[in-house]
């Protein structure tokens, strides 16, 4: 298996445009879990879902943060309008099942808002 | 509750020496304390992880020490390596949560 796939790697977008994260889960895993990476505050949990049904997601920010997943090996993370201090590293990552076992990360997403 | 507190937040160790990375957590619901390694780059990648029903699991360099009742877990690598340089993460699990601490920054000076 490839692993966990999130694309792009690197996004550089001017404040107030629409920004979309993708991540593929590794195939069979049951849970995602969409983190973000900053200096300041270090592994945040944004959203958590479970067999594709969002069971927390009590870290997204605000409501400029949105995350879906349609199918089992599909996820998006959605930020509509963007914000210089939404300038992260954004991490997709799945776990066979749920949250009492190993998470496999993806390379994550490098998003840089001017 | 849901908070990991992880310490010190840089370590620099010669090589050869022991690094030892503290985490503590508030919430007696989490069961599956992990710790993750990070490169540059990278994703967090899993290192070795305990339950709470034992106090110590060691592999290979690497060893985590459990106690429960004080809530606390740590992290000692033996013989440190340049390799080993990286930036690590405790982290605590229970249902619906997995909860990562702030991270460490190890320097292994050759």
Known sequence: DA?????????????GQEVTLRCKPISGHNSLF????TMMRGLELLIYFNNNVPIDDSGMPEDRFSAK????SF?????????????????????????????????GTRLTVV | QQQVKQSPQSLIVQKGGISIINCAYENTAFDYFP???????KGPALLIAIRPDVSEKKE?????????????????????????SATYFCAATGTYKYIF??????????
């Open chain 1, 3 to 15: 692993g966990v796939i999130q694309s792009p790697r690197h996004e550089v977008t001017e404040m």
């Open chain 1, 34 to 37: 969409w983190y973000r990476q």
């Open chain 1, 69 to 72: 997943m349609p199918n089992a």
């Open chain 1, 75 to 107: 996820s998006t993370l959605k930020i509509q309008p963007s914000e210089p201090r939404d300038s992260a590293v954004y991490f997709c990552a799945s776990s066979l099942q749920g949250t009492n076992t190993e998470a496999f990360f993806g390379q």
């Open chain 2, 35 to 41: 710790w993750y390694q990070q490169f540059p780059g």
């Open chain 2, 60 to 84: 290979g360099r690497f060893t985590i020490s459990f106690n429960k009742s004080a809530k606390q877990f740590s992290l000692h690598i033996m013989d440190s390596q340049p390799g080993d």
């Open chain 2, 101 to 110: 601490g702030t991270g460490t920054r190890l320097k292994v000076l050759a």
